[in-house]
């Protein structure tokens, strides 16, 4: 449960934006509710009666998490908006409560009028602090789900100074894990257009604050986060140092035990049909990984990306069999095997990837990996080492290939018309 207080100058915008074809009228008190146009009518008479007032229009949205929509009929969200109302002091006065069904999260907005039956005004001072406090004690009450926080806002409804600010929180966690010192950072964060800047104390090279702006709009980073105040970020680079040294001695044991996994990785073949049968009969071609003839449904599911499980898959060095999961690089051309579900998600360098893409990357392929991204999604760049013993992957957002198919193009047509001539080695007598 999350609500916002917002405080306006027209009730005739706020009411027409909240019964829109998707509402459903809970309740209304004082006003005569038979139409839009009645309704904001009722709100202005009363509102006349304090015209010094410049905002008497009083806008709370309450949305809920998806977890809890089996419990919200609408009776219990009408006694939960009765209770935040009377917690929060808006009584004795006009208001109508509206819910929505217009996106995945159930929500509803309560319009109401700052200037209460009395004409005196409903304060709203310290409406945040209350706010916060009023939503846990109904979230306790209630045993309703809490939040992940900024993780769960919705950034594509925001506006800006609220957009730039999310935008700000989105990029420094993404690449925080990264950064070892505070230089780190401040290159991350400039590939995204986002400037930082670091307060020194006077006279000093010793760094006491932080702030970052994108858009011509700045923030304290304490303001994006109180987790991005320049001490917490100093704690975290700190951690990050610790977390990179335990990393590099996991890969080092990860390295050593994958050796035998890179033994025993399964190779593609097809089988030959039998002498004196032609290839060219219509029969299913078979193909074969590690010894063990696949069906075609399980050749299928290899090429649209997927991953199957197989029994009885030979070493290459022929010392037993072994089962295990199966899938293929980008190219289809190669096979590799994995102990684990290739689809389980494992943090590698700064991203958390699948164990096929951390696979392909040690490689030495090119692969669109999936790694996840903030706001619970994912997101999907290419990654590969430059060379195999590289401690370090690179990436790009791009295919990398096409970019080099296209300069390779380009330096053949700059070469002319001219065929190109090869000098052959001479034969070996």
């Not at 909240?18 to 038979?34: F, I, M, P, R, T």
């Amino acid at each position: 449960m999350i609500a916002k207080n917002i405080k306006g100058k027209s009730f005739k915008g706020c009411v027409l934006y909240v019964l829109n074809d998707s509402h459903e009228l809970l309740e209304a008190e004082g006003v005569l509710a038979d139409s839009a146009k009645s309704i904001i009518r009722s709100f202005a008479m009363q509102r006349s009666g304090r015209k010094e007032i410049k905002q008497p229009v009083g806008h709370i949205p309450i949305s809920f998490s998806p977890e809890d929509s089996h419990r919200l009929t609408c009776n219990f969200m009408l006694q939960l908006t009765r209770e935040y109302m009377e917690e929060m002091g808006i009584k004795n006065t006009q208001y109508i409560i509206v819910r929505h069904h217009n996106t995945e999260n159930e929500h509803l907005h309560i319009v109401y009028n700052r200037i209460d039956n009395n004409l005196k005004l409903i304060s709203v001072n310290n409406d945040y602090k209350r706010n916060v406090k009023t939503c846990k004690k109904l979230k306790d009450k209630y045993n309703l789900t809490y939040g992940k926080g900024k993780d769960r806002v919705k950034r594509e409804k925001l506006n800006d100074p609220d957009k730039v600010k999310y935008y700000i929180y989105d990029t420094i966690k993404a690449v925080l894990p990264s950064c070892k010192v505070p230089a780190d950072l401040r290159f991350s964060l400039k590939k995204y257009g986002i400037e930082l800047e670091y307060k020194f104390k006077r006279g000093t090279n010793q760094i006491e604050g932080v702030s970052f702006r994108y858009n011509n709009i700045a923030f304290k980073g304490s303001q994006i986060d109180r987790k991005f105040s320049f001490g917490n970020l100093k704690k975290a680079f700190e951690e990050n140092i610790k977390l990179l040294r335990v990393q590099a001695k996991e890969e080092q044991n990860y390295v050593s035990k994958e050796k035998e996994q890179v033994i025993r990785e399964p190779q593609i073949q097809q089988e030959q049909p039998p002498k004196g049968q032609s290839k060219t009969e219509n029969k299913p071609e078979v193909r074969i990984i590690g010894g063990v003839k696949l069906t075609p449904q399980q050749w299928q599911t290899l090429e649209e990306g997927g991953f199957i499980y197989l029994e009885g898959l030979k070493k290459k060095d022929d010392s037993g069999n072994f089962s295990s999961y199966v899938f293929l690089n980008d190219e289809k051309d190669k096979a590799f095997s994995s102990k684990e579900n290739p689809n389980t998600f494992v943090k590698y360098g700064k991203y958390e990837m699948r164990i096929r893409d951390k696979m392909l990357i040690e490689a030495g392929y090119i692969t669109k990996a999936k790694v996840k991204w903030y706001g619970g999604g994912f997101a999907y760049p290419y990654l590969w080492k430059e060379n195999k013993g590289d401690t370090e992957y690179r990436e790009s957002w791009s295919d990398p290939r096409i970019s080099k198919e296209k300069e390779n193009k380009s330096q053949k047509e700059t070469r002319g018309n001219k065929p190109i001539i090869k000098r052959q080695r001479p034969k070996m007598g």
